[in-house]
């Protein structure tokens, strides 16, 4: 019996040559027969991996054996063995499509002048401290929140990472500038370039959590200050973190407690839908009417 295990791992270092990157990293990724989703860039190399766990520790060992990888933090997770329908390796201008490539500078150590990086203990820390006047800022795609979020959190009202600069200059939220800011993603490179656009735009103080929501959930649980699932971009759709985990959304039907998206099982539909178990069940028999949504797990997201 093999034991399938997913990764999400990024690094932001400049890279000289990244379609000679791509190349590299599709082969190896074929040669362990590997599925998901990388994308390279000038800026560094963002992905989230699936297979054998033994296929993936060759992966890791031979990723890190190129200098500017070595400090690549991986975060593991249980796999299904089918989480992904292919391997994707693509060349881009950007690791998150913010629409502003020329905008983040990046150097060894990685992105310049980016939010402070807080540890889990340290953002529980600096709540503990500072109270009520902690910001918690949500970097996602705003369906994500939906299903997990921080308590009290602020929601930005966007639908992809392209909406962020344009609704952090609406003026929205300019009298959190002077609030003590923690930015948070799915495992962290969102907040990575989030934090920079913020401060260049006047946030005074603005922190992002190390390793994202993942790794917080895999400190804290359902303990503290997260509350809900974790969406993820493949085919589970969603993580918790233990069994006391709160289902925080509504059933797009029946309004009844929700914990996760489904996507609609009928060729050529694509759409996700917001649903509780038993309604879920039911889209298998019922004839597709959702509306096409422009978000899917076919984007690449941490």
């Not at 991996?49 to 997770?77: M, T």
């Not at 200059?169 to 370039?193: A, F, Q």
């Amino acid at each position: 019996m093999t034991l399938a295990k997913v990764i999400l791992f990024y690094r932001f270092t400049p890279l000289k040559d990244p379609e000679a990157i791509k190349v590299w990293q599709r082969n190896l990724c074929k040669s362990l027969n590997l599925t998901g989703r990388i994308i390279v860039s000038p800026h560094g190399i963002n992905g989230t991996l699936g297979g054998n766990i033994s296929d993936l520790k060759r992966y890791v060992k031979e990723s890190k054996g190129y200098a500017p990888f070595n400090k690549i933090k991986f975060k593991w997770s249980d796999g299904t063995g089918q989480d992904f329908p292919k391997l994707s390796v693509k060349v881009r201008p950007e690791l998150v499509a913010f629409g502003y490539p020329d905008e983040i500078k990046v150097d060894e150590n990685g992105v310049v002048d980016g939010g402070v990086h807080l540890k889990p203990f340290e953002v529980d820390k600096l709540v503990s401290e500072r109270g009520e006047d902690v910001v918690f800022f949500d970097g996602r795609n705003g369906y994500e929140a939906k299903v997990g979020k921080f308590k009290n959190a602020v929601v930005p009202s966007v639908e992809t990472s392209r909406d962020f600069v344009k609704e952090i200059e609406s003026g929205k939220y300019d009298h959190l500038k002077e609030k003590p800011v923690i930015t948070y993603c799915t495992g962290g490179i969102r907040c990575e370039v989030l934090s920079a656009v913020m401060k260049k735009r006047g946030f005074k103080e603005v922190y992002q959590i190390d390793g994202g929501i993942f790794t917080y959930g895999q400190k804290y649980r359902d303990s503290s200050h997260w509350e809900g699932s974790l969406y993820t971009f493949d085919n589970r759709m969603s993580i918790e973190f233990s069994e006391k985990y709160k289902k925080i959304a509504e059933c797009e039907k029946c309004e009844a407690p929700a914990y996760r998206f489904y996507d609609c099982p009928k060729a050529p539909c694509n759409s996700l839908n917001l649903l509780c178990e038993n309604c879920a069940k039911k889209m298998f028999d019922e004839i597709c009417t959702h509306p096409q949504r422009k978000y899917s797990n076919a984007e690449l997201i941490g």
